[in-house]
């Protein structure tokens, strides 16, 4: 008798798996047939590389046309690195730079024809995947490659329809120029070409549902917990590693850990707190989160946010997403997740 209750609840969760699994495929599928515009990318670095003292005048108009307004932006806010100069001087001086020009042929190398190619069609899906769960918010229009300095990755200028993806900061992990800069290790690893589709939903996302004003642990990291959980919607495809930003070492931390993880945050209070001290403790970036141990991965309370999202979806699907980043009450998805590790 033990056995054939055993078995039904086995056969059970057989028929659940598959028709979460079919219910997956028939909303991808659904995805794959949304209607958006064709992506293109455009290198607004070969462009800006081509200025000269001799043809300034007459590029600095086309350009101000033709890239309007995120020339400007690019001036004011990445060549204007803090420097009071004209806009001549300051663009002459960056494009003539050994250095700068070095990494700007260095993404020329990395960056070809083919690899925007997939970025393009990477793009493409990302926007059907955004209209399909916020059909009412606008996509960005226009995609261009530039040189930041190493000061960017992304931008998303304000009341604007183009997004900027710095090729300097996506070099690969091993590329000379970080060593040569004497960056940690941990940020070195997320400077790939593998991190840029995830990096521009994220871009996105924090410009429509922009970071608040928080009163504790809880409420901080459940708003990157939700980020989490709609970049693993929009890029279905994207390894768990990419999108948290961890090795395999460490989401098998995490993954061994959680219910250890839970009872830690539970202890003390300590998602009310609401010290500076104690919610960087959790939430910043670095080689580990210290406050644990040195095994710990980084960030450690988003990921625990995120699976607290996570249940909170699985056991309330009447909440749609976009009404899920609109839920500013962290109290209340943590208690109507039913999160228990």
Known sequence: MKYLVNSKIFILLIVTFVFFVFSCQNKESEIAGISVEKIHIENFSDDIFS???????QKDSLFAKKYFPFYQYFISNIVNIGLMDSSKNLLLSFVTDKDIRFVYNE???IFTENEIKKLENNIYELHQHLKFYFFNKALP??????????????????NSDIIGISTDMYLGSNHKVYE?????RYRVKQLQKEYMIVDIAKAWLFTHYPYGKYNNLLENMMYYGKIIYVLKQVLPN???TIIFSYSKKQMDY????EKN???????????????PKT???????????????????PRIAMYIAYKIVDSYMKNNDNVSIQQLMEESNAQKILQLSKYKP
């Open 51 to 57: 200025i000269t003292k001799n043809n300034f005048h």
């Open 254 to 257: 995490c993954k061994k850990y």
């Open 261 to 275: 993880l839970w009872s830690y945050f539970t202890e003390d209070n300590r998602l009310y707190d609401n010290s």
């Open 238 to 240: 994207a390894p768990d």
């Open 107 to 109: 993404s020329k190398k």
């Open 279 to 297: 919610i960087s403790a959790y939430l910043n970036d670095g080689p580990f989160t210290a406050a644990i141990s040195k095994e710990c991965p």
């Open 180 to 184: 040569w800069l004497q960056w940690p």
């Open 141 to 158: 229009k226009r995609y261009l490659l530039f040189i930041s300095g190493f000061n960017y990755q992304i931008v998303y200028p304000d």
